[in-house]
């Protein structure tokens, strides 16, 4: 099995004179969390395989103040080390080996993910503007398909599904009995167009839903690896026994950090995401003076531009990007086109500049 790409791309980086350039916030945690964490490692506690009900009552607050979800915390939520393990264990629950499952591309690493779980991953293109195409999804369907699995919004390319468009895939699900799986981990990172829509709130279209969502995205807290995983009490019981046996239980430390950093403060927070918008127009700006032509995201910490002017793709346009100081991964890794490439805007106006300098010089 191949590695991660992010992973593999950070790794041959290193060292390496780049840009530097981050996907989520990188913060130093607030005094309030770090003294949760302090008090709960002091202490010895019950072991509770769903996760800690006062970080699951904290996830369920939010979720229904935001969005009005309805969400149980007792029976709907389950806690887990980031999206992407809760992902995996959802996988592994709920489709079974040869099943297919349909993935709307260019999409985030799902493939491993779907494989370990012995399913096949179909990969249905996405239409012009990166746009979900519910038609080639209908028309990819065959005996063998169990699951659609969608990213909202979508890593690489920031395009935000409508709800119109949600309903649409809802639709093609029941009307095939398939089970529909999201990672929504960027629902904090919207800041244009229509608006991010959890899919659960179209739980009465379908309700074969199961949502994962990341506290590393949103809460900047990728060194915790805590996320949860949000579906009906049916699903969630086999994704639950699943978990079980691949983890017993979320580090007690983490969710007393996890619950402070839901319930506390969010200014420091807030500072940060205001920035996004901004980061993105500085870094399309420059991609697009560079003669890269590139569709503006309306989420994420990412742009997705169209490098096939360069004639290279792949790897050796990742080759070519690093020997200019950028790093960049390449759209085949995300199930695309593999002449375009996923460049973050998560550093400061300056580097943001300077990729902009090192882009136009190719």
Known sequence: MQRLPALDLAERAAGRPVVSMAGVPALPMPEHVVEAAREAAGQVWPRRSRGWPE????????????FGLGADPERELLVTHGAQH??????????????EVLVPAPTYFFDGLVRLAGARPVYVPSRAGWALDTEALRSAV????????????????????????????????AEHGLTVLSDESYARYVHSGPGYAPVQLLRDEWPELVTVTSLSKNYAF???????????????????????????????????????VLTGPQGWLDDVFATFRHRRDLLCDAVERAGFPVTRPDSGIFAFPDFSRLGRSGRDLEDLLLDHG?????????????????????????????????????
Request: proline share 7%; aromatic share 6%.
């Open 55 to 66: 970080l699951r009552n904290a996830v369920a607050a939010q979720l229904n103040g935001s």
């Open 326 to 362: 950028v790093t960049a991964i390449a759209g085949d890794a995300f199930r695309g086109p593999a002449d375009h490439a996923r460049l973050l805007y998560g550093g400061t106006e300056t580097d943001l500049a300077e990729v902009g300098r090192r882009l136009a010089r190719l």
């Open 222 to 260: 990728t060194s915790w690896r805590v996320g949860y995983v949000h579906a009906p009490e049916p699903l969630l019981d086999r994704v639950h026994r699943v978990f079980e046996w691949d983890a017993i239980n979320v580090g007690d430390v983490a969710q007393a950090a996890a619950c402070a």
């Open 142 to 173: 065959t005996p063998a398909t169990t699951a659609i699995l969608l990213c909202n919004p979508t890593n690489p390319t920031g395009y935000t599904p409508t709800p119109e468009e949600l309903k649409a895939v809802l639709s093609l699900a």
């Open 86 to 99: 809760g992902m995996s264990v959802a996988l592994r629950a709920l489709v079974s080996p040869g099943d």
